[in-house]
């Protein structure tokens, strides 16, 4: 979310507070309110609504846009404002012009040939757009970016233009330790010479490999050197150990440093039979108490795993599914609710179909029941060019013709 203003959330009953949150419930019914929608949805390109950066709006605005025929000046208007927004404006024109408007695609052209943040905004276009929307601009960009005091940030589109790129430093390349053996690379993680960095790449090339039993009594030695995190990837590296540091993991839970007693939790969480569900149900209830919109997606998967024996998180996976503004969380609440054996999923489903996350639309199109509306949708989704790849295969297998069985 942007810093720029403070913003909360509306609630989630209202027309704004479900089209803020990208929930599906609320594409739908902005399709039936298109006059108190379309304020709404200029205001989500305007503003960026998104708990994080990992979570989609762009095709869900863009396709708003598109159904209620919107009109396009304010969108195109903002190109002309902040870098966010400018940013927000090109993601939703750029859709729809792949879902075939003329408009945009001439707007973000011209944009490229007058406007002041034309050289991200053609990086955009060279990753978005077919070869033959943009490769004409190269005159163009010969012409303009002499003047630009920031040098492009991809290889595409510059080299195809001849346009040498400068690129930054990026440092010393990463160890390559692919030659040792399992005892080096731990000799090399015990050794306190080597530095934070070196360490790292251990652990890089340990998070690739099998278990490796003897890392488990380094572990507490590899935190930052501040002592508050583990050092990057030990995490992964731990991971590889499966059950193997389970034993460790009930010393680490004691430790006063909180980043390994985490470490500890989570591989017992893990790891452990069914004795760690009343942990990790209240480990949920607390995340809802505290409005802890990252991270409650890891202890839904975790309770997943333990199916209806888990029945007692029900009421928060429910809560978190309608609630969060960390969309590209939701996904793993309502896996966990059908892994779970929840009753009355099947309007979770359905709606999925127009969530803004791809992973919520995938779930929509395995699990929503065989009635008109969702077959309807599931038919938009797979001839959608806008629509992303995996989401269009998806959709064209459900809507296949089944092979009669025979014996």
């Known amino acids: 979310m942007s810093d ?11 027309l704004a507070g479900l089209l803020q949150r990208g929930r599906g419930f609320g594409a739908r019914s902005a399709l039936h309110n298109p006059q108190t929608a379309a304020p709404l949805i200029y205001d989500g390109i305007r503003r960026d609504w998104r708990w994080d950066s990992t979570d989609d709006r762009a095709l869900y605005l863009a396709r708003l846009v598109q159904d209620l025929r919107l009109s396009l000046a304010p969108i195109v208007e903002l190109l ?14 750029e859709l729809l012009a792949l879902g075939g408007c003329d408009e945009t ?29 943009w ?27 001849g346009i040498e790129v400068q690129r930054p ?43 490796v039993e003897g890392l488990i009594p380094l572990v507490p030695s590899l935190g930052t050197p501040n002592g508050r995190r583990p050092l990057p990837l030990l995490r992964q590296a731990v991971d ?40 990790l149900v209240s480990e949920l209830a607390d995340q809802r108490e505290a409005r802890a919109w990252c991270g409650p997606d890891t202890t839904a998967r975790r309770l997943a795993r333990f199916g209806p ?31 779970i054996g929840t009753r009355g999923l099947d309007h979770a489903h359905t709606e999925s179909l127009w969530d803004c996350e791809e992973q919520a639309r995938l779930l929509g199109i ?42």
């Open 4 to 14: 720029d203003d403070v913003m909360s959330y509306a609630r989630l009953n209202t």
């Open 80 to 93: 002309g404002g902040d870098q966010e927004q400018c940013g927000r404006a090109v993601d939703v024109l």
């Open 105 to 133: 695609r001439e707007a973000l052209r011209s944009y490229v040939r007058e406007g002041a943040r034309w050289v991200s905004v053609l990086e955009s276009l060279s990753h978005q757009w077919p070869l033959e929307w």
């Open 135 to 161: 490769e004409d601009l190269g005159e163009v960009a010969r012409a303009r970016i002499g003047g630009e005091p920031e040098p492009p940030c991809f290889t595409e589109p510059w080299t195809r233009f």
């Open 169 to 211: 430093n990026p440092g010393p390349p990463p160890l390559d330790l692919t030659d040792l053996d399992d005892g080096a690379l731990l000799d090399l993680l015990a050794d306190p010479g080597l530095g934070s960095a070196g360490k790292v790449d251990v652990l890089r090339e340990l998070s690739l490999r099998g278990p």
């Open 240 to 279: 590889r150990l499966g059950t193997l540091a389970v034993p460790a993991a009930r010393r680490w839970i004691c430790d006063d440093r909180p980043w390994l007693a985490r470490l500890g939790a989570d591989v017992l969480a893990d790891h452990l039979g069914p004795e760690v569900i009343p942990a």
């Open 309 to 339: 024996a888990a029945t007692a998180a029900v009421p928060d996976l429910r809560w978190f599914w309608l609630r969060t503004p960390h969309s590209y969380e939701r996904a793993a609440y309502l896996e966990a609710l059908a892994a």
């Open 366 to 407: 395995a699990h929503a029941p065989d009635h008109p509306e969702a077959l309807e949708r599931i038919a938009a989704l797979r001839d959608d060019p806008m629509e992303e790849p995996e989401v269009r295969a998806a959709a064209k297998a459900r809507l296949a013709p089944r092979t009669p069985h025979r014996d």
